[in-house]
C-alpha cells in the first residue's frame, strides 16, 4: 500500500505490503495482499473485512470493487486504507472504522455508543413481522433498542405500526433517531430514554414486545473476543452474575404492558433457553410459546404470551 513510485516500506509499526520490487497498488492487489495479511492476523472473513474497508475508502459498495480490479487508488486512499487496516488489527470492529452495519435489508449508522448488529438478530426480527403481518395497526415496543435495527427494521416492513423504542443510553438513542430519519420511519417511533418500563405511561398496552438484552455472564465477559470486550458498550452486553438478569426483570415487569394473549419476543444466548424459559414458568402471567433457530441452527429467539 505504498505509493507505487516508491519501494514498499517493510517497517513493522506501518504494515505494508512484503514485496521486494516496486508494486502497481491496484484495486485487486491490494484486496489481495490485505486478505492475505488479516488472515494471518487471525480476522475472521478477512477478504470480506478488506473490501468494506477499501469501498469505504474509495466511497463505493462492495460489489463495485469488482468491475474496478485494475484501478489504482491515489495515494491519500491507499494511506488512509492502511490507516483502518493498522486499526482493525489493533482490535477495532470494521463497522465502528466504517461508521455503519447492513441489518435487515438496510444500513445503520453504529458508533461506539451502540452494539453491533449481528445476522443473529434478524430472526428476531423476522418472526416479529411474522405475528405482525395478519395485525391492523400494532403497537410495538423494542426495549433496548441500541442503534435502532430492531425497531426501525419492524416499522420499515410494517408500515402501519406504531412502534416505541427505549433505551437507557440518551446516546444510543441519538443514533437510533437518525438511523430513523435515515430510513423514512420516524414520524412511526416514539424514542424513550429509561431503564425498561420507566419511560412508558402507566397504562399503555402494547400488541409485541420485542428484546435483544444483555446476555453475557459476567465471568465471561473476559473472555470475548478483544474488538466486542474492548470497543462495544459493555452496558449492551453484561447480563450479570449468570447473564440472566434482565430476564428476570422482563419476566416480573413486561406482562402489565401487554395486552391479553400479546407476544413477547427475546433474543438468548448459545445455551440459554430452558434457564429463560423456566425463570418466565415462574410467573402465571406467561405461556411459553415457540422457539426458533437462526441461519447456523442455534436457537436464538424464545417467546412468550401474555395470559388473563
Same mark, same amino acid.
Given at each position: 500500500?505504498?505509493?507505487?513510485?516508491?519501494?514498499?516500506?517493510?517497517?513493522?509499526?506501518?504494515?505494508?505490503?512484503?514485496?521486494?520490487?516496486?508494486?502497481?497498488?491496484?484495486?485487486?492487489?491490494?484486496?489481495?495482499?490485505?486478505?492475505?495479511? @488479516? $488472515?494471518?492476523?487471525?480476522?475472521?472473513?478477512?477478504?470480506?473485512?478488506?473490501?468494506?474497508?477499501?469501498?469505504?475508502?474509495?466511497?463505493?459498495?462492495?460489489?463495485?470493487?469488482?468491475?474496478?480490479?485494475?484501478?489504482?487508488? *491515489?495515494?491519500? $486512499?491507499?494511506?488512509?486504507?492502511?490507516?483502518?487496516?493498522?486499526?482493525?488489527?489493533?482490535?477495532?470492529?470494521?463497522?465502528?472504522?466504517?461508521?455503519?452495519?447492513? !441489518?435487515?435489508?438496510?444500513?445503520?449508522?453504529?458508533?461506539?455508543?451502540?452494539?453491533? +448488529?449481528?445476522?443473529?438478530?434478524?430472526?428476531?426480527? @423476522?418472526?416479529?413481522?411474522? @405475528?405482525?403481518?395478519?395485525?391492523?395497526? +400494532?403497537?410495538?415496543?423494542?426495549?433496548?433498542?441500541?442503534?435502532?435495527?430492531?425497531?426501525?427494521?419492524?416499522?420499515?416492513?410494517?408500515?402501519?405500526? #406504531?412502534?416505541?423504542?427505549?433505551?437507557?443510553?440518551?446516546?444510543?438513542?441519538?443514533?437510533?433517531?437518525?438511523?430513523? &430519519?435515515?430510513?423514512?420511519?420516524?414520524?412511526?417511533?416514539?424514542?424513550?430514554?429509561?431503564?425498561?418500563?420507566?419511560?412508558?405511561?402507566?397504562?399503555?398496552? !402494547?400488541?409485541?414486545?420485542?428484546?435483544?438484552?444483555?446476555?453475557?455472564? $459476567?465471568?465471561?465477559?473476559?473472555?470475548?473476543?478483544?474488538?466486542?470486550?474492548?470497543?462495544?458498550?459493555?452496558?449492551?452486553?453484561?447480563?450479570?452474575?449468570?447473564?440472566?438478569?434482565?430476564?428476570?426483570?422482563?419476566?416480573?415487569?413486561?406482562? +402489565?404492558? @401487554?395486552?391479553?394473549?400479546?407476544? #413477547? #419476543?427475546?433474543?438468548?444466548?448459545?445455551?440459554?433457553?430452558?434457564?429463560?424459559?423456566?425463570?418466565?414458568?415462574?410467573?402465571?402471567?406467561? $405461556?411459553?410459546?415457540? *422457539? !426458533?433457530?437462526?441461519?447456523?441452527?442455534?436457537?436464538?429467539?424464545?417467546?412468550?404470551?401474555? &395470559?388473563?
Amino acid at each position: 500500500m505504498a505509493d507505487s513510485s516508491s519501494r514498499v516500506s517493510t517497517s513493522a509499526s506501518t504494515p505494508t505490503p512484503a514485496t521486494s520490487g516496486e508494486t502497481t497498488w491496484t484495486i485487486q492487489a491490494l484486496l489481495n495482499w490485505t486478505t492475505d495479511y @488479516l $488472515q494471518r492476523k487471525g480476522i475472521e472473513s478477512p477478504r470480506t473485512e478488506a473490501q468494506i474497508l477499501l469501498a469505504y475508502v474509495l466511497g463505493c459498495k462492495r460489489v463495485d470493487l469488482l468491475v474496478r480490479y485494475d484501478e489504482v487508488p *491515489t495515494e491519500a $486512499q491507499r494511506r488512509q486504507y492502511r490507516e483502518l487496516i493498522q486499526r482493525r488489527v489493533a482490535g477495532w470492529p470494521t463497522a465502528y472504522l466504517v461508521g455503519s452495519r447492513d !441489518f435487515y435489508l438496510l444500513t445503520f449508522e453504529v458508533t461506539p455508543a451502540v452494539l453491533i +448488529p449481528r445476522p443473529d438478530t434478524e430472526t428476531l426480527v @423476522l418472526e416479529a413481522l411474522k @405475528l405482525l403481518k395478519p395485525m391492523k395497526a +400494532p403497537r410495538v415496543w423494542d426495549i433496548g433498542t441500541g442503534s435502532g435495527c430492531i425497531a426501525i427494521s419492524i416499522a420499515h416492513q410494517k408500515k402501519d405500526a #406504531l412502534v416505541t423504542a427505549s433505551d437507557i443510553s440518551p446516546d444510543a438513542l441519538e443514533v437510533a433517531q437518525r438511523n430513523a &430519519q435515515r430510513h423514512g420511519v420516524a414520524e412511526r417511533i416514539r424514542f424513550l430514554c429509561g431503564d425498561l418500563a420507566a419511560p412508558v405511561p402507566t397504562g399503555e398496552v !402494547f400488541d409485541l414486545i420485542v428484546s435483544n438484552p444483555p446476555y453475557i455472564a $459476567q465471568g465471561e465477559l473476559a473472555h470475548l473476543a478483544p474488538e466486542v470486550r474492548d470497543h462495544e458498550p459493555r452496558i449492551a452486553l453484561d447480563g450479570g452474575a449468570d447473564g440472566l438478569a434482565f430476564y428476570r426483570r422482563l419476566a416480573m415487569s413486561m406482562a +402489565p404492558y @401487554l395486552i391479553e394473549g400479546g407476544y #413477547l #419476543l427475546l433474543e438468548i444466548g448459545a445455551g440459554q433457553k430452558d434457564a429463560v424459559q423456566n425463570i418466565f414458568a415462574e410467573f402465571p402471567h406467561w $405461556q411459553i410459546g415457540p *422457539t !426458533f433457530k437462526d441461519m447456523a441452527g442455534r436457537i436464538r429467539v424464545v417467546s412468550f404470551r401474555r &395470559q388473563a
